[in-house]
């Protein structure tokens, strides 16, 4: 984990394919460091951001044309909680757990704020000789019950999960998004035998991740029955994770990064 951002392991538990546990980010400072850095870098494409201003830069040569970039940079829309905590979920499994993202998915957005169809992350993960394609989601909840809300009903993170886990469509469109994504050798490379171990165990073998990101007190149940509901559903070599992070910074708070613009 970057950064030394100190984590604490508040739970761990598992049922069939399916495991839960839950992580508590401990230091206030550190966390917002992450927000500003890793995070606010994800959020906003940051590689892709400075590229673009890099054009329009060489392209300003009148007071004219470098006050329409100004306009342009200062159009940039603040970022709702939501948005925060799929970059976040993003930053944190690529460090602790080594996940492999080819593409940003802000990069797909049409219109700002686009809540883009399908799962909220897809990626790869290595384990030993294998690799697995890994398809996330991500729920940021403000609701103070145990378990949230967001773990309910057909648009709740366990319903999503088992489409994903069982509809082979699903599969098909994420395997057709992530193709043209994967250009670059280390990615095609990682695309390939993914898609070899797939087809391999006739399109059962997923890692699928639900990830709850909170602001509220370390608790099992927020995950524990919701779980082991799951676990029913879920059929081998399939795996499911679901990981509640528990944040130090209250989430109204979260956004204040989101309009962090400079030229």
């Not at 603040?78 to 460090?95: I, N, Q, S, Y």
């Not at 057709?176 to 670059?184: A, H, I, V």
């Not at 082991?228 to 994770?241: D, F, G, I, M």
Request: hydrophobic residues 40%; contains cysteine; proline residues 6%.
């Amino acid at each position: 984990m970057p950064l030394n951002l100190q984590t604490s392991s508040c739970f761990s538990n598992s049922q069939a394919q399916v495991s839960w546990r839950g992580e508590l980010i401990v230091n206030v400072g550190e966390f917002e460091t992450y927000l500003e850095g890793p995070v606010y870098e994800r959020l906003i494409d940051e590689e892709n951001r400075k590229a673009c201003i890099a054009d329009l830069q060489g392209l300003a040569t009148t007071g004219m044309a470098f006050a329409t970039l100004e306009k342009l940079l200062a159009s940039e829309p603040a970022r709702e909680p939501w948005e925060v905590g799929e970059a976040l979920a993003e930053c944190l499994l690529a460090d602790s757990c080594n996940v492999k993202w080819p593409w940003n998915s802000e990069r797909d957005k049409r219109t700002p704020k686009a809540s883009l169809p399908g799962a909220d992350c897809v990626g790869f993960l290595t384990e030993d000789d294998k690799v697995h394609f890994f398809i996330g989601e991500v729920k940021t909840s403000e609701d103070g019950d145990t378990p949230p809300n967001v773990m309910y009903g057909r648009g709740g993170i366990i319903h999503q999960l088992e489409n994903l886990a069982n509809e082979t469509a699903l599969h098909w469109a994420l395997i057709k998004w992530l193709k043209p994504r994967c250009q670059q050798p280390e990615f095609n490379q990682l695309y390939m035998k993914a898609l070899k171990q797939y087809i391999s165990t006739n399109g059962r073998s997923l890692v699928l991740c639900g990830l709850l990101m909170r602001d509220t007190i370390p608790n099992e149940l927020d995950l524990s029955n919701r779980a082991r509901k799951l676990a029913v559903e879920v059929e081998a070599p399939t795996r499911v994770e679901l990981i509640a992070w528990y944040l130090p910074s209250p989430i109204t708070s979260w956004s204040k990064i989101a309009l962090k613009v400079t030229i």
